[in-house]
């Protein structure tokens, strides 16, 4: 990172008592703040402990700006983003249409909304919008991450909130493994439900989680995405739970969700078990215009991948692909579901940790892990490609979040990846085939500005793609909104179909590769469907 | 009474031993530590005490006992395959895989006959990612196996599961197979079976073995995790009023967690 200039480095105030809090810190969003086209990086913070203030700028939150030549300047004071309390996660959207992305900061203590005025600054407007992540006679629990999506296709981004436990600093008890104190098991205390926004169009935000049946589902939540996954033309969401089951949220079409988890096998792993659901991502593994979801997870666990069959129902995939031998000795929090290197099919990076800071101690696991990355060969088999993706692979540390995006607009996908108590990695993409690409930088109109839930498909020489745009991936954090496909060698894209959230149907012919493209939203709704 | 108590400080270190081995064998624990806690006493560095000692100590939950004798017993006598084999063992469960190894090849060394020291280095070597050296020792262990036993399903089994994590069905499959050759009523064989037959799209005859699975004696798999399989075959096989059965013992099963 020295070279970058990021000098941020993620404070978790660990204690002797190990609060849990400590070790679940340090989101990573990836967003234009400003519009000239280059990804600027935010990273979230912890704060002191017990007083959970971000009592000096060691806690403050970050915003770094991309300079355009590999470098990056702190601009978190004058933006106004240092924030309050203790940070857990990040969410980035558009929430008002103005054209410029606003942040959504999810934590322990507070959430805070930050609206972007559009000139360098953003404006706390957490109280006025009502988004304070406080339940009704329930107080404010503990949000780990939250995610912006256009539930009812009205064209306005709603946001869910993603809570995890029942927990408080001063009820806290002590966990001991050998008598040795360690973060305690998300079993010793109960979950919390998950909140609904809906966005009224006017900058305030009505709670709808009784009436949506959002908060009758009371997990413990680690991970959000968002997905079409039965291509009803509603975006359905899944949340991936800590030693718990998941939840796969059915978007029913009326302002209410139903979890169908259970039933389309993404509850539990194949081997009837929950896993340490970690952070999650929600996309078309198989080029088959379904997408599919992964999890990250704790040893033992393995990351499940969950095969989307077309009928409502997933199967558990993760032994038939070989991620289970790949994944069964190691923990990971961040992931992401990109095609690194730009062959046409998506492949799976992992931020590897433990979750004690003391796992040697306590279990004879290492603390630091490194990152990993499996390649995706077709045919729904993976490889373990990490020993030959670069440094940026070999160094274990105590890896958290990872956002998602190209950093320098080469056409390669970079990550950025959060370290506890560390300086965070940034994984400059150089992969040196000569693979082509496109990158899609949607623009709503009647949609959501930011054209998040949009559908898109492409057609080239070596076949057909699928891609959902979303920024909610991975771990408390949150990845470009634009749309990346690899295109192998095809330098043509023959043809890209856009299926918006409201229904508006959209078709470009002939597209030349390697390019950022912008598509502005033109047409009228059609009845909704699939893309055929 | 007082004949009793004569007897006992009369009987040497190798009678209390012998009094715990058997202890041990009929699960009388508490019994078991006395007796070898006296031979000990009375011969601090006899090799075989201390190896009981330290299994004694592995159930109680006191991993640091159980290390401190056998790494004692190993020192006394490097050639006890026994001690070299237990403190592999204690290593494999701590999750101290790089150290399991060295004394789980010399146990093997001291006892080429033995299957136990290959099958755990297999185990090893599974825990360390080591897929080639894995799938090397899991073959030995099956060489090395008697035809039909229990402790060759075993083996069978988790060479098996290694094989399915790889992606590696069909070799999965035979191997399952075979375990319940070795032993038709090893619960744990014919879940990895039915498992094995449902990525095969073989969901009839995965259903008959997890519902075989389900009448055998409970081990390592539970009957939740059966439950769970069976509601999933069920409902390929479009029997939902059995899918949805099993899914309700599923639901109604301790679930497990790893954390």
Redesign the interface.
Known sequence: MDGSKIDFVLKNSVSPERYSIETMTGGVALFDYNNDGLLDIFFTNGADIPSLKKSGPSFYNRLYHNNGDGTFRDITERAGLAGAGYSMGVATGDYDNDGFVDLYVAGFDRNQLFHNNGDGTFTDVTGKAGVSGVIPEGGKPWAITAGWFDYNNDGLLDLLVVNYLDYSISTAHICKTDNIVDYC???EYRGTPNILYRNNGDGTFTDVSRQSHISQYVGKGMGVAFADYDDDGFTDIFVSN???PNFLLHNNGDGTFTDVA?AA?VA?S???????GMGTDFRDIGNDGRPDIFQT??????FPLYRNLRNG?FEDAT????L??MT??FTAWGTGIFDFDNDGNKDIFAAGSA?LDNSMEV???PYPLPNFLYRNLGNW?FKDVSAQAGAGFFAPAAHRGAAFGDLDNDGKIDIVVTVLNGKPQLLMNRSSNHNHWIILKLVGVADNRDGLGTKVKIMTANGVQYNEATTAVGYNSSSDKRVYFGLGSATVVDRIELAWPMGVKQVLNSVAADQILTIVESGRPEPRGRLQ | MIWLLAFQLAAGPAQHYENARQDFAQQRFSEAVSEVDAALHDSPYMVPALVLKARLATFAHRPDVAKSCLITAVTVDPASEEAQFYLGLLYYMQNDFKLAISPLQTAHTLSPRSPLPVFYLAMTQEALGDETQALEFYQQAENLSPEKAPQSAEIFVAHGRFLLSLGRTEESIDKDRRAIEADPNSRDAHYELAKGLDHEGDFKNAAAEGERALTLPELDTSDAQIHFLLANLYRKLNQPDLAKAHLEKFQAAHQTTNR
């Open positions: 098991s998300p079993n800590d030693s718990f259970l096998g539990y194949e081997n009837g078990k929950t896993v340490a997870a704790m040893y033992g666990d393995s129902q032994d038939t692909t070989g289970t031998a069964n000795r979750i279990n004879r696991k088999v």
